[in-house]
């Protein structure tokens, strides 16, 4: 099988517009992935403490076509085949984890909890990037890569890349397959980022609709600060004239209106935030990479508001600004 995969890759790669070609299984989803615990040669086997390894099985080159970088070590190469020594590649949360502060290239694990029965050891000869095997808003698992052949797999994603659209590919290299064996269910071809928008149209949805809700109220709160504070105008427009009439400068009356502004604003911030903490649970199912109290996220947040304060007190501060003292004593 992995033999035959090779020589998929290689006539796919053979055609015009076709960059770089590659195979794996469970690409993107872990659906086809299986998961093994695992023996790191040296460390001792905690009973209690059995984590589970994805294991995949890819090609030469398959790292380099997918966008995965290759930190330490190397890549698989035709050498490593069924005749071969057993090696392996894993992801760099896992060497962190288990190999903490060394390199573990060159160094030896098994699949398995009992290496000392069937259980046959694999040299590490490389350390590639992280990927979210079971999607962006998942924590990222140890996983380890095995060469095709020497892990061989029936159900496998081929993967290429080009600058050609897939849809004008797809016909020359469904034939390509053919060519080798005519039984073999050639289905489509997806880009990547169709696959991601799939996958994400669900969660996209939920956060379109919460942020259309979210900004209906923020209209409504604006709103409302500038009905407030339009209303404190109209009723203290006797006051405002007399400070005028005193020798108050248009700045310093705009500015009592500013004060009452944010003061509601501050009142808005500290409920907002205490808001947080009930609704903590359901925003973290609706990131991923932000959490609920980034504070980043919270700064922006409030600096938008403020912005929307602003604008809402503005109308009420230029009308205190430009009221006539004489006119005001007169009502």
Known sequence: ???????????????????????ASGFLGGTLSGASPFTIEGRAVDKNDIEAAFIASVSPGYF??????LLQGRDFDSGDDEDGARVVIVNRTMAEKYWPGVSPVGRRMAYGTNPDTETEWMTVVGVVGDVRQLGPDRGIRPKTFLPLRQNPTRFMTVLFRSPLSPESLFPAMREAIWQRDDRIPVAGVETVASILDERLAGRRHNTFVLGLFAGAAVFLAAIGVYGVLAYSVSQRSQELGVRMAFGARAWDVAMLVWKDGAALLAIGLVIGGLGLFPLKRLLAGLLFGVGPFDPLALMASSVLLALCAFVACAVPALRAATTDPVRALRE
């Not at 796919?12 to 070609?21: K, T, Y």
């Not at 380099?64 to 970088?69: E, K």
């Open 1 to 23: 099988i992995g033999r035959f995969y090779e020589t998929v890759i290689d006539d796919l790669a053979a055609l015009p517009g076709v960059e770089r070609v590659a195979a």
């Open 64 to 69: 380099s076509t997918a966008g995965i970088p």
